[in-house]
């Protein structure tokens, strides 16, 4: 079996409401449960989203941050929270992965097993994600 599994793993509001469908600039908090099945000293944790087309938008892990979890318990919990999230609309799917600490030996990994939609209710934009920007004419 493998050391560290993932248990669950799943979207909510800045409010800790489970849902999967999200505005534009509204917060996402991804939320990650994990079990220890062997002993490990350490670990790193990642996530990639994709588009619906399959393109890699972003890959960002704890260890880029300057964070490897130490303090693993039998059971652990992981939020990362996407801030005004900067995706237009469309279907996004999530890569979340245990790796060991050196990057290169996963323990666990989803490949694009989970997925949120954004919705716009306003003005079409194009493309994938949304760039802040001020206008002065």
């Known amino acids: 079996s493998q050391e560290l599994e993932f248990q669950r793993v799943y979207f909510s509001d800045s409010r800790g409401m489970v ?27 990642g996530f990639n989203i994709y588009t619906e087309e399959g393109y890699l938008l972003t890959s960002a892990n704890t260890r880029q941050k300057g964070i490897i979890i130490t303090d693993i318990q039998s059971k652990n919990a992981i939020t990362v929270t996407i801030d005004k999230n900067p995706f237009l609309e469309g279907i996004y799917y999530l890569t979340p992965i245990l790796y060991h600490e050196n990057c290169e030996e996963i323990y666990d990994g989803r490949e694009r097993h989970y997925y949120f939609r954004v919705q716009e209710n306003s003005v079409k934009e194009e493309g994938k994600i949304r760039v802040s920007c001020s206008w002065e004419i």
């Open 19 to 45: 849902k999967n469908n999200f505005a534009p600039e509204e917060s996402i908090k991804l939320n990650i449960t994990f079990k220890k099945n062997k002993e490990v000293k350490s670990c790193v944790f």
